[in-house]
C-alpha cells in the first residue's frame, strides 16, 4: 500500500463524483446534507474550483488521497490564518474499502507535515463527532490531542451534533 496526497485539481471532477457516489450511504452519517447534483461531476467541478479559488488566496490547502493512483478521499487544511494564530482546520474522508486499513493515518501524516513545514503554521485543529472512534484513533495515532467538547457544533446529518475537539502543535 502506496498512501500519498496531491493537490487536487478541477480534473479530478469525475473521479471524485463517482467515488462520492459509490461511498454515499457510508459517508452520510459523518457528513452534512448534501444535494443530488454535489454527487455529480459537475457539483465536484464547482467544488474544487471553490476550494482551489480558497488556495490559490492561502487560506486553504486541498488535496487528495491516493492509494497506488487511485484517489480514495479527501484531505484539506481550511481556515488557514497566518499572523499570530498560524493555524488551520483539518477535516477528511476517506472510500469505504480503505476505511481501517491506515490510508487516512497515513494521509493525515502527509497533510500535518506539509502544515508544519512548507506552510509553517503552529497548529492544526479537528473536530469528530463523538461516537466517531475511528476518526479519533486516526488523530491520535497523528499525536492530536483531545482538548474539549463542542455541543452542538456541526449541521451533520440533519441535526446539530456535538463534536470532541483535538489539535496539534507543531512543538508537540
Known amino acids: 500500500m502506496t498512501v500519498t496526497t496531491r493537490l487536487l485539481t ?18 452520510a452519517p459523518w ?12 457539483g465536484q467541478r464547482r ?9 490559490e488566496a492561502g487560506s486553504a490547502l486541498p ?16 481556515n488557514i ?8 482546520s483539518l477535516g477528511y ?3 469505504q474499502e480503505a476505511n481501517g486499513r491506515g490510508v487516512a493515518t497515513a494521509a493525515v501524516a502527509r497533510i500535518v507535515d506539509l502544515a508544519f513545514g512548507e506552510l ?15 476518526s479519533q484513533r486516526v488523530l491520535e495515532n497523528n499525536k492530536f490531542h483531545r482538548y474539549g467538547l463542542a ?14 475537539l483535538f489539535q496539534r502543535l507543531a512543538d508537540d
Open 63 to 78: 488535496h487528495a488521497i491516493v492509494e497506488d493512483g487511485r484517489i480514495l478521499g479527501r484531505i484539506a487544511l481550511t
Open 81 to 88: 490564518a497566518r499572523g499570530p494564530f498560524l493555524s488551520a
Open 47 to 55: 467544488v474544487l474550483t471553490d476550494l482551489l479559488r480558497h488556495h
Open 93 to 95: 474522508w476517506v472510500a
Open 120 to 134: 509553517g503554521l503552529h497548529r492544526v485543529e479537528a473536530g469528530t463527532l463523538v461516537h466517531n472512534t475511528g
Open 151 to 164: 455541543p452542538r457544533y456541526l449541521w451533520i446529518a440533519g441535526a446539530w451534533r456535538d463534536h470532541v
Open 10 to 27: 478541477v480534473g479530478d471532477a469525475a473521479e471524485m463524483a463517482g467515488q462520492l457516489r459509490a461511498n454515499r450511504e457510508f459517508l
Open 31 to 42: 457528513e452534512p446534507d448534501r444535494s443530488d447534483e454535489y454527487f455529480t461531476e459537475a
